[in-house]
């Protein structure tokens, strides 16, 4: 079974930057980081194959990038510019459907999350 465990989450300003990591016990099909703030619903922000293929949630294209270090069993998601609606919970999930990122029924394994906070 996979689990994750997701790091790197923090409070900086509009604009800022933060380097999320997520450490999984076993590779899956894919990899997705989703986020969750209160009262909305979860979404998936990026998903990375094993094949290393990408997607990216609209809002959060040319900003976020998510890669991976496959030997150390590492996924990351590095933001850039920031802002206020990115505050979320962010968690890393495995996934096994080829539209993973969407998929939400899909994911498991994800772990406690980390908090991104950004103020304006």
């Known amino acids: 079974q996979v689990l994750a465990v997701e790091s790197g989450g923090g409070s900086v300003q509009s604009g800022g930057s933060l380097r999320l990591s997520c450490s999984y016990t076993?590779?899956?099909?894919?990899m997705v980081w989703f986020r969750q703030a209160p009262g909305k619903e979860r979404e998936g922000v990026a998903s990375?194959?094993?094949?290393?293929?990408?997607t990216y949630l609209d809002s959060v294209k040319g900003r976020f990038t998510i890669s991976q270090d496959t030997p150390k069993n590492i996924v990351y998601l590095q933001m850039n510019s920031l802002t206020p609606a990115d505050t979320a919970m962010y968690f890393c999930?495995?996934?096994?459907?080829?539209?993973?990122?969407?998929?939400?029924?899909?994911?498991?394994?994800w772990g406690q999350g980390t908090q991104v906070t950004v103020s304006s």
């Open positions: 999930a495995a996934a096994s459907t080829y539209h993973c990122r969407q998929d939400l029924r899909s994911w498991y394994g």
């Open positions: 076993r590779r899956s099909y894919c």
């Open positions: 990375i194959k094993d094949d290393s293929s990408t």
